[in-house]
């Protein structure tokens, strides 16, 4: 039995290559917007999302870890929109630390759930990269 290995092509038409898109575009926005507001505190009071033992091991004010933690979220963003192969595993990890934290929070059980949610699509982003991107780079389409 012969079996042939095709690669299709991907179109703007194409589900997966719109669900790439999709997923890059909001993975590469999300972080940069998120990480730029750790340093405004616009849509939250970012350092009450911080467990009390995680603020009693690094050095500073919670504050301070938050500023921290928004550079980290704009280079994952900027990376995502560069390399989505690579981006999206980075994203994922973030968020598998950001979910070991927020359990470990009383009341903010809803939110890690969020982040598990967001996980999932970080890896998805990251396996569709694979075929949506040309082939030896994390770039592309």
Known sequence: MITHLTRTRTTAADPAHQAFMLLRTVFTIAPIAFGLDKF?????????????????IVPGTAQ???????????????????????????????????????????????????????????VALARLAVRHTPSGTGAGS
């Open 40 to 56: 405004a505190n616009l849509l939250t009071d970012w350092p009450q999302y911080l467990a009390p033992w995680i603020d009693r």
């Open 64 to 122: 301070q870890a938050m500023y921290a933690v928004g550079v980290v979220e704009i280079l994952a963003g900027v990376v995502v929109a560069v390399a989505p192969r690579i981006g999206g595993w980075i994203v994922a990890a973030w968020l598998a630390g950001i979910i070991v934290d927020l359990l470990t929070i009383p009341g903010f059980y809803d939110v890690a759930l969020r982040d598990f949610g967001l996980l999932v699509g970080a």
